[in-house]
């Protein structure tokens, strides 16, 4: 008799890059954000900004775990952050040849470091002006203003940037078009392939019903003819 396993086909696993859906993608940056976010959240608990002292300690240690996460990290990982690795995402040159530290660098200027710049210089302008004019002074009103004005433009960048890929015809931003660099979803596939077992039958062994020997209808032919 046959065991049951010689049944079962073999199943075998390969990938392909695809065109991922904007949705993963989102999630995907998303998920980077809240993680790189953790740490400077953390710092500004333990050591909040109150004076040009802890100001100038807070931005630059936030600064720099930015500067890791998105860009020295995602270089060794070549172009990839935990979130495309977790979301099965990948960045690749379209000519396939090796990610530098550059495309990586460009990307994120252009994602991250224009919004959060603009909002720097925005932080840098409050608090010159918080502390160079006496406390007597009622700057709220100002500084609701200029604090407004950043928030307005970071809204109005990370609402431009999904909107410019979503009009794009093979949904694909500016920045990657111009670095000649895309991502991709590593879509895993299963290959299945039927075992073929070769077994004796228990009584007629290799003489099975329906298995003809081609040289002994020759055979009987040729004595016919004779």
Known sequence: MEKQNDKKPLEKSSHKLVKPHLGRIFLSRLFDIIICSIPTIVLSFLNPIHDWKTFLINIPISQTILFL?????????????????????????????KIKLKDIFFREFYFLYIPLLF?????????????TNSKDTDLNFVLK?????????LAMWFIYIPLTIYLQKENISSIDLKLNTRVYYLEKI???????????????ENEKPGKIDISEIDKIIGEENE
């Not at 020295?72 to 379209?94: Q, V």
């Not at 203003?145 to 433009?153: K, L, P, R």
């Open 119 to 131: 909002q720097i210089v925005v932080q840098i302008i409050m608090g010159i002006i918080i502390f």
């Open 190 to 204: 299963l290959v299945f392939e039927k075992k073929e077992v070769n077994k004796k039958h228990v009584h007629l």
């Open 145 to 153: 203003i200029i604090n407004s004005i950043g928030y307005t433009f």
């Open 69 to 97: 996460y998105f860009i020295l990290i995602p270089y060794f990982l070549k172009g990839n952050t935990l979130g495309k690795l977790i979301f099965n995402l990948r960045l690749k040159k379209e000519d396939e040849s």
